[in-house]
């Protein structure tokens, strides 16, 4: 692979340990996908941000690297594992805090900006189109490539943090028009709501197998039904990128010979969302995965209608969603009501368990995936009405 006298002046150590030990990730990472040069990036997400998911070991390289380590570009955190400011209030341990505070002070030391969220497009980090990008955090990657028609290779925190470092990724994957056309044709049915873009997003993923495909029969959809529908497509098949015709930005682009073509009825739709329903009564009603924008914040609070909440209830969103939900008096008047606006965590991330939840209602298909894999939690998905309803009723 070739690279550029600044590039090896990294790899020899010339500008510090962080970024020798980062451009040896990349290097590796270039040979493994025989990617013939490194390319500059624009920006960069991280994740690997909760001390749940790095533990003692992931907190010491971190801190390793931020001895002399600096971010080249604008770089964004995921979730972490507790709200920073209402962490004693969610039940989070001294221990896991003070521990998940050490990681923060590390990545800020780097210049990485603790936005803390999943949607980094949402807080100030938003290429456009065709800018190349190293994100980890899958439901953050198939939106850039998808909507954004940014270019990014479903990144893994390492690897992200490594391009972060030096400014680099290996000029591979989806960073190359030819690898973003579509293979999987999926004729979708008629879709109502974000509900219905997340169980199809489910069913497709595995569907697709992988591979990126292209949805026909979908008029219209907005930046809520999208992010649900991509989340969803990460999560059950592993897919960092789709088109839908019509309507992202990239899905003329030629497709690959012999595309498989699929058809899919409101009748699969109903079968996801039994598959995905255990029939348990929810310990914690949950909006937010991906973290919810303001818009999303307005619906649930129009739909409450003014009635409290009688059971635990949370919304997950992004600090920058927090405080302009604030300046607008929107999370008052939910918080009034019984809803908690939680900050820079998702209970995928945070340590939900021992907060003592078993069980979740949602309307995610990737929280869904996720909280039973990870957490072996039980769960409930439902219309977004549905769960303000069994926020306030008790009746789902």
């Not at 590796?28 to 749940?52: F, H, R, T």
Request: hydrophobic letters at 40%; glycine letters at 8%.
């Amino acid at each position: 692979m070739y690279l550029s006298r600044e590039e090896e002046k990294m790899l020899n150590g010339e500008f510090g340990y962080a970024k020798q030990v980062a451009m040896e990730i990349l290097v590796a990472l270039g040979e493994i996908y025989n990617a013939e040069k490194m390319i500059p990036i624009k920006s960069a997400q991280i994740s690997g941000v909760s001390y749940k998911n790095l533990g003692e070991a992931g907190i010491e390289w971190i801190e390793e690297l931020s001895r002399d380590g600096r971010v080249e570009v604008h770089t964004t955190l995921n979730p972490a594992g507790m709200d920073m400011e209402r962490w004693e209030e969610m039940g989070i341990s001294r221990d896991f805090a003070e521990k998940q505070f050490r990681i923060i002070r590390a990545y800020t030391r780097m210049g990485i900006q603790p936005t803390f969220t999943c949607t980094p497009y949402l807080a100030g980090n938003k290429p456009t189109l065709g800018d190349h990008i190293a994100w980890s955090e899958s439901s953050a990657v198939v939106y850039a490539n998808s909507v954004l028609g940014a270019r990014t290779n479903r990144e893994g925190g390492p690897s992200a943090l490594a391009s972060a470092l030096t400014g680099r990724t290996p000029y591979y994957g989806l960073h190359i028009s030819e690898n973003r056309v579509y293979a999987v044709k999926i004729d979708a049915p008629e879709l109502d709501d974000e509900y219905d873009f997340a169980l199809l997003g489910y069913v497709s993923g595995r569907l697709s197998k992988g591979r990126i495909p292209l949805f026909t029969g979908v008029e219209s959809a907005n930046q809520i039904e999208l992010k649900a529908l991509g989340a969803a497509l990460a999560s059950t098949g592993g897919v960092a990128m789709f088109h839908i015709e019509r309507l992202t930005p990239e899905y003329m682009l030629p497709p690959i010979d012999n595309v498989e073509e699929i058809d899919l009825g409101k009748e699969d739709l109903k079968n996801a969302a039994e598959e995905l329903n255990d029939g348990v009564e929810p310990d914690l009603i949950f909006i937010g995965c991906p973290h919810a924008s303001l818009e999303e914040l307005i619906i649930v609070l129009e739909r409450l209608k003014g009635r409290a909440v009688k059971k635990k209830t949370w919304i997950c969103v992004s600090r920058t969603i927090k405080d302009l939900s604030v300046r607008l008096g929107i999370f008052q008047k939910l918080e009034e009501l019984g809803v908690k606006v939680i900050c820079d965590t998702c209970p995928i991330v945070a340590p939900i368990v021992d907060l003592g939840v078993r069980s979740i209602a949602t309307n995610s298909a990737k929280c869904v995936w996720y909280s039973r894999n990870l957490n072996n939690l039980k769960i409930k998905i439902g219309r977004l009405t549905d769960l303000v309803e069994e926020a306030t009723r008790g009746c789902f």
